[in-house]
């Protein structure tokens, strides 16, 4: 008699137990299940072979995805016993389609017995499956709604019908299932934006910090929307002229903010940091540059992109043009400034840093040029609060956010740049704090 093992299972009769013995072996190694044999081996027979032999190939090929028929053999003994050879899959991880891609759905054969795989070995699966494009791998989360990338499409009047979901990538053609690219358009991607805004240099003590998930689309617009608010503006007078100079340049902080979404490497589940500072902004991706390409070659529009179905996504919907020009737009809206952006990369991280203009001056300065240069800056804003301070006396917090239509941060961001050219000072705290001019 013959036990059961790493290659055998047996069942005395047809149960819904014996699809998870199939997929354990499918996504294993292999292995032979005798329909028809208990536990110790004995020959026990199936009373009604033809209903049974219907029943399971059926159920072999409804309840488990993908398609594992081709893998499954089945032989009918003399001994009312039905033999199911089952071969290793090539499409893993087979899985029950109750229950979905998950632990509870997809089996591996541990000993003589089949086990429910770890989430790591189903990682490991898709992996060898289906290589090392992480956007193209099939999702471990598969309840996704697009909501936000429905929007987006729309504005930019792009088709987004479940129809063209294979095209862009978004499901397998194999079965049908989601992709991790789907999963970092959809309304629960795991990814995040995270924003610090710094009082010093060296990026330790918080002003305010941000963090911004769901569909990478809205995290574009809501980390740009919060970036244009700490964009502040710099006014100086030629003649009677008043000229308005924005720390950085819109379309800088576009295509920084679109590089480390697009560009990011989304296997890891870190965040992208943006660090913003009096004297610039750090844009912190994480994945380091594709083998052959150094700091150099980006510089110079040299592009190769890590998520190639994602920009081509992006390019689509016109949000980027073609490969390798963002960086170079980048550097030229910086032609005149005395200092240059900056690319630092390291074998797991790719950072950008924009230098503030307004800090930097557009001409080469000495320090206490440059110093004296951003102290005497008084915005548009700041004018406003001066001269609401020159006729009522003092304001509130709730008076400061009501004149300019901002909101708390960016209230509480000014006051303190006021504060700190000596334009203002705050007395009190909390409800009880109050603005005055010099």
Do not use: W
């Not at 190694?29 to 049974?52: A, Q």
């Not at 991880?93 to 891609?101: A, E, H, I």
């Not at 797991?348 to 110093?371: D, I, Y």
């Amino acid at each position: 008699m013959q036990y059961e093992n790493e290659r055998i299972e047996y069942k005395s009769r047809m149960i819904d137990d014996i699809y998870k013995e199939v997929i354990a072996f499918a996504n294993t190694e292999g292995g032979v299940i005798y329909l028809g044999i208990d536990d110790r081996g004995n020959v026990v027979g199936i009373d009604d072979v033809d209903d049974t032999y219907t029943r399971l190939t059926n159920g072999i090929r409804d309840a488990i995805a993908p398609d594992v028929t081709m893998f499954v053999r089945y032989v009918l003994q003399e001994n009312r016993v039905i033999q199911i050879e089952v071969g290793e899959g090539s499409y893993k991880p087979y899985y029950l389609k109750s229950k979905g891609m998950k632990p509870t759905g997809v089996y591996v054969r541990q000993g003589a017995s089949s086990v429910q795989a770890s989430a790591d070995q189903i990682r490991r699966m898709i992996k060898d499956a289906e290589g090392e494009v992480f956007e193209e791998m099939r999702s471990l989360k598969q309840e996704l709604s697009f909501a936000e990338a429905g929007r987006t499409f729309a504005q930019y009047k792009v088709d987004f019908s479940e129809e063209k979901y294979i095209a862009l990538g978004l499901r397998n053609i194999h079965d049908d299932q989601y992709t991790n690219l789907a999963l970092i358009l959809s309304d629960q991607c795991q990814h995040t934006t995270k924003i610090a805004v710094f009082g010093d240099e060296d990026n330790i003590a918080f002003k305010d910090a941000k963090e911004f998930g769901g569909s990478i689309f809205k995290q574009l617009d809501d980390s740009y929307a919060y970036l244009m608010l700490c964009n502040r503006t710099a006014a100086t007078f030629q003649g009677l002229e008043r000229v308005e100079h924005p720390d950085y340049p819109e379309g800088a902080l576009r295509e920084a903010l679109l590089n480390a979404l697009v560009h990011r490497d989304y296997s890891y589940s870190g965040s992208i940091i943006i660090n913003v500072s009096d004297s610039g902004i750090e844009f912190i991706s994480i994945g380091g540059l594709l083998p052959g390409l150094t700091a150099d070659d980006i510089r110079n529009g040299i592009s190769q992109p890590r998520n190639r179905k994602l920009a081509e996504i992006f390019y689509r919907l016109r949000l980027i043009e073609s490969y390798g020009t963002g960086i170079r737009k980048i550097y030229a809206l910086y032609k005149d400034c005395a200092a240059q952006p900056r690319i630092e990369v390291t074998s797991n991280t790719f950072k950008l840093v924009l230098p503030n203009m307004n800090a930097s001056g557009t001409t080469a300065e000495s320090g206490s040029e440059a110093k004296e240069k951003a102290q005497s800056v008084v915005t548009p804003q700041m004018m406003m609060v001066l001269d609401y301070l020159a006729e009522y006396g003092e304001m509130t917090d709730e008076d400061l956010q009501e004149l300019l239509n901002i909101k708390k941060t960016r209230a509480y961001l000014l006051s303190r740049q006021m504060q700190e050219k000596g334009l203002i000072d705050i007395v009190g705290r909390g409800a009880a704090k109050k603005y005055k001019r010099k």
